[in-house]
């Protein structure tokens, strides 16, 4: 490391002399004092990007209307569930262009017609011989070509698996970014996690990620791939930090977790809590469904065997037995559930 100063915790921050806490495979660290962005060896990142955020209040008004949507028969929910935790994280994501060209050869199957003859028997036992067409497998050489142009991102950490991270990161558009601002963020305390991946190892990610793709789509038009060889050539390498927020709240004593996109204030991914009175409504629900299948499967099974002909009734019957099997997987689905799983 560049100072005397750091051991393998801490970091001094290049900029404020500030002393900045770091994991053991942190790469690019985000000082929490004055908010610089710089490598593990003090090198400074220099402009990059985030998203804005959005404050408490916000997150958690978009957090109320997402369990009144989802409540259901749980009319209490949104007036019950107390939250106890309400973290903005910034999470550290690297973002580039990938142009990519693969050459590929490879071949694919067809069904090539084939003239064939065969000896038959007429009404009156005389033989004779017919021409007839057959189709059998034929292989076609192919040799051709695939470019993408496309925006590329990865999340710069090893470890730290957020509850619905993976589904936000989907949501993070470069259109939405502005040059990284702390002073604009540093109010909302953030906590500012740092990369574990640096750009060295992104771009050889990257390359790997994008030639994999190209691969599986050469192959999924062939019935064998013999060589696939891609070049990539990657630009515009930016670093940015988005903001994505976990939200934990108790309702009737149970813990559940709500993912939020920092950003806007909507939610990612959610859990909606299973009350007893909804457990006792399934409950029901899948003791008269087994009632109703049975019901149908007997009147089904009487109808075949006491007519030869397919009435209205047997359709009546088996519309019965599956609408209540149907009933009965629902209701024992919702019973062995804790809760309900819910994109915003």
């Not at 100072?3 to 000082?31: L, R, Y």
């Not at 610089?36 to 990007?49: Q, V």
């Not at 994505?244 to 149970?254: A, D, N, P, V």
């Not at 009487?302 to 519309?319: K, R, Y």
Request: aromatic share 10%; hydrophobic share 35%.
């Amino acid at each position: 490391m560049g100072s005397e100063a750091q051991t393998a915790d801490m970091f001094k921050c290049p900029v404020c002399n500030g002393n900045v806490k770091t994991g053991p495979d942190d790469v690019v660290i985000t000082c929490t004092y004055c908010g610089s962005a710089s490598t593990i060896e003090g090198k400074a990142i220099g402009d990059h990007l985030m998203e804005p955020a959005v404050d408490s209040d916000t997150r958690v008004s978009g957090f109320r209307k997402f369990l009144d949507k989802n409540k259901g028969m749980n009319k209490s929910l949104v007036q019950g569930a107390q939250i106890v935790e309400n973290r903005l994280i910034f999470v550290p994501i690297w973002t580039a262009k990938v142009k990519a060209d693969s050459y590929y050869k490879g071949y694919k199957t067809v069904q090539v017609p084939v003239q064939k003859t065969r000896t038959v028997r007429d009404s009156d036992g005389n033989t004779r011989t017919e021409t007839y067409t057959d189709y059998e497998t034929g292989y076609v050489p192919v040799q051709s070509e695939l470019h993408t142009d496309t925006d590329e991102h990865l999340l710069a950490r090893k470890g730290a698996r957020f509850y619905g991270l993976e589904d936000y990161l989907s949501k993070v558009k470069i259109e939405n970014t502005i040059p990284y601002n702390f002073e604009r963020i540093k109010d909302l305390e953030p906590i500012m996690l740092n990369a574990e991946i640096g750009q060295e190892e992104f771009e050889k990610t990257i390359h790997g990620r994008v030639a994999d793709n190209h691969r599986a789509q050469a192959a999924s038009g062939l019935a064998e791939l013999f060589d696939c060889r891609t070049n990539t050539s990657v630009r515009g390498t930016t670093y940015l930090q988005a903001p994505f927020s976990l939200i934990r709240y108790k309702f009737q004593g149970h813990l559940y977790k709500t993912a939020i996109d920092g950003h806007t204030g909507n939610v990612v991914l959610g859990e909606i809590p299973i009350t007893r009175g909804q457990r006792i409504l399934w409950t029901l629900m899948s003791l008269i469904g087994l009632i109703l299948a049975g019901i149908g499967g007997e009147f089904t099974y009487l109808n075949l065997i006491s007519t030869e002909d397919i009435t209205v009734m047997f359709f009546v019957g088996i519309a019965a037995l599956v609408i209540g099997l149907v009933m009965t997987f629902m209701g024992f689905r919702v019973l062995i559930m804790t809760e309900r799983v819910k994109k915003g």
